[in-house]
């Protein structure tokens, strides 16, 4: 069965820190590329970042020098380190996975807040 958990979410101050964490069960996480995606309300899902199985990073501008994503394939689990949070990182961030067919697989979200 196939399960990806993100937590870390919450009320953050500008300026401040989160880490998103994502486990993962049921999906060989070690060859999978992995992601971060958000959606703000009103806005479509865009992409915050992916790292490949040979640990290659991608970040969208809005995350560069801010955002670090990493993966843990010991405990099949993908991180997302947020620093400078902004109020406009305010969105729900989704974990996702590649597949071998399709689009890939979505977590359930875990909602970021950054507001003062």
């Known amino acids: 069965q196939v399960q990806l958990v993100e937590s870390g979410g919450g009320l953050v101050q500008p300026g401040g820190s989160l880490r998103l964490s994502c486990t993962t069960s049921?999906?060989?996480?070690?060859?999978?590329?992995m992601g971060w995606f958000r959606q703000a309300p009103g806005k479509q899902r865009e992409l915050v970042a992916t790292i490949t199985s040979d640990e290659s990073t991608n970040y969208a501008n809005s995350a560069k020098g801010r955002f670090t994503i990493s993966r843990d394939n010991a405990k099949n689990t993908v991180y997302l380190q947020m620093n400078s949070l902004k109020p406009e990182d305010t969105a729900v961030y989704y974990c996702?996975?590649?597949?071998?067919?399709?689009?890939?697989?979505w977590g359930q979200g875990t909602q970021v807040t950054v507001s003062s």
């Open positions: 996702w996975s590649s597949r071998d067919y399709g689009t890939g697989y």
């Open positions: 049921g999906i060989s996480f070690s060859i999978r590329k």
